[in-house]
């Protein structure tokens, strides 16, 4: 059974980077069907998309967080990793990493199966 | 972007209820969105891909329908374990992969 573990600080100070890696077991993260996907959602609201990854490093971000996403994969120790630069208090959220599916017909990233519990992540001073 | 607006935003039911939530596209989708349940404290738990497709383990009283701009989720008979917030996700990759805001499905 697949399970999605994220890890991160808890809290981050304002200008800082954020980091979480998120580590998969029960699954190999080189699947050529997969890819794996960083989401987060501040305290009380909705979903938000940050990015998502395949085995050999192909990435999609958000096009608003671009300019400060960077998400890293590591096959060998079957985890990915996200970092989150310049961070401000909009940017406290609970970070989920889920397994990002792949489609037959497209070979795009597509819906997301499986999730991790979530890291709360506050920034803060 | 893709925006994905739902109604209602919070919808009173009771067991036994047959609901439906509405998720529109700001441009169309063609069936590519999902939907998902989420409880407090918890994650999203996928429902519904490829706007009519079942995930593995979900029952069958929830469906889904719609392609282009409009879609459904329709719950069949309400169950007490229904009761969370649900999120429909349009899944483009050149457009980005937005939710919508979120319909909370209370007990009357």
């Known amino acids: 059974q697949l399970q999605l573990q994220e890890s991160g600080p808890g809290l981050v100070k304002p200008s800082e980077t954020l980091s979480v890696t998120c580590s998969v077991s029960g699954g190999s993260i080189s699947s050529s069907s997969h890819y794996w996907g960083w989401i987060r959602q501040p305290p009380g609201k909705g979903l938000e998309w940050i990015g998502s990854?395949?085995?050999?490093?192909?990435?999609y971000y958000k096009s608003s967080l671009k300019s400060r996403v960077n998400i890293s994969i590591d096959t060998s120790k079957n985890q990915f990793s996200l970092k989150l630069s310049s961070v401000t208090a909009a940017d406290t959220a609970v970070y989920y990493c889920?397994?990002?599916?792949?489609?037959?017909?497209?070979?795009?990233?597509?819906?997301?199966?499986?999730w991790g519990q979530g890291s709360l992540v506050t920034v803060s001073s | 972007d893709i925006q994905m607006t739902q109604s209602p935003s919070t919808l009173s039911a009771s067991v036994g209820d047959r609901v439906t939530i509405t998720c529109r596209a700001s441009?169309?989708?063609?069936?590519?969105l999902a939907w998902y349940q989420q409880k407090p404290g918890k994650a999203p738990k996928l429902l519904i891909y490829?706007?009519?497709s079942l995930q593995s383990g979900v029952p069958s009283r929830f469906s889904g329908s719609g392609s282009g701009t409009e879609f459904t989720l329709t719950i069949s008979s309400l169950q007490p374990d229904d009761f969370a917030t649900y999120y429909c996700q349009q899944h483009n990759t050149y457009s980005g992969y937005t939710f919508g805001q979120g319909t909370k499905l209370e007990i009357k």
């Open positions: 889920a397994r990002h599916v792949q489609s037959i017909v497209s070979r795009q990233p597509d819906h997301f199966d499986n």
């Open positions: 990854i395949n085995y050999s490093g192909s990435t």
């Open positions: 441009q169309s989708i063609s069936n590519w």
């Open positions: 490829k706007a009519s």
